[in-house]
């Protein structure tokens, strides 16, 4: 089992930052995919960015040029870093990963708000 623990959801206001970190831990043998996911209230869940072992990001359109994902493999931690936010971004935040072994886990949600 993995065990995920996100923080950094906050109420900011827009054009604000906010930094979500998610730290995993339990059985890993070593993480493939490590990424960012959110659900708006009546939406479906999307994915907001995703970073590969070998290097690769990918981002959502609506979130280019002011999200960046990195993580500290050492540390088994993935990071998202925010700026210039929109109230459209407020979601709750779902950190997930994938394992080599192909085990997908998710975290529990971290809730960010934006206000106008």
């Known amino acids: 089992q993995v065990q995920l623990v996100e923080s950094g959801g906050d109420l900011v206001q827009a054009g604000g930052s906010l930094r979500l970190s998610c730290a995993a831990s339990g059985s890993i043998f070593a993480l493939n995919a490590m990424g960012w996911y959110r659900q708006a209230p009546g939406k479906q869940r999307e994915l907001v960015a995703v970073s590969r072992s070998g290097g690769s990001t990918n981002y959502a359109y609506s979130v280019k040029g002011r999200f960046t994902i990195s993580r500290d493999n050492a540390k088994n931690t993935v990071y998202l870093q925010m700026n210039s936010l929109k109230p459209e971004d407020t979601a709750v935040y779902y950190c997930?990963?994938?394992?080599?072994?192909?085990?997908?886990?998710w975290g529990q949600g971290t809730q960010v708000t934006v206000s106008s």
């Open positions: 997930n990963v994938v394992t080599v072994l192909g085990g997908s886990y």
